[in-house]
Structure formats: C-alpha cells, structure tokens
C-alpha cells in the first residue's frame, strides 16, 4: 500500500502509487524525476516532508503549486492566476 494525499490534503492508503511528488512544508508538487527534488533527497530531511499526489487536480484542491523547476509552464498558468 502506498500513502497518497487527498485533495483534503488528509493521507490515505491507495493500491497504486502517486505519479506526482511533493513537499508538505512548501507546498509545493512536481515529477517523480524533478531534478530539483532529486537534489535536495540526498542532502536529508527532504524524505520527511515528502508527500504525493494521486493526479494534479488533486495537488491543487490540497493547496499545492507547480514546481517551477520540472512543471515551468504549469508553474508559470499558476502564477498568472494567483498573484501576490
């Protein structure tokens, strides 16, 4: 069994595992394979807020954003349509 985040951001059990990674902390979700994240896993407590997603809609009703890192062009519709 594999724990996924909701759109409630609240962790389930699911048969399959998330195609989608993330970090709890920064809210922030992106690929497997995102570099940036590849990056900070060896460097430590990156692992401990790690979460994942099952699809993006579900990282988005949980809060999350796009990486600007591995989803640029998803990040930067994302920033157009919630300013600061």
Do not use: N, Q
Request: proline residues 13%; aromatic residues 10%.
């Amino acid at each position: 069994m594999y724990t996924l985040l909701g759109p409630d951001g609240i962790p389930y059990s699911s048969p399959t595992p998330g195609i989608l990674g993330g970090h709890r902390r920064l809210k922030i979700y992106g690929r497997l394979d995102c570099p940036s994240a590849l990056r900070a896993l060896p460097r430590g407590r990156y692992a401990t807020h790690r979460v994942f997603f099952p699809d993006e809609p579900t990282a988005l009703s949980a809060g999350y954003r796009p990486c600007a890192t591995c989803l640029r062009p998803k990040y930067l519709e994302w920033k157009a349509t919630h300013p600061r």
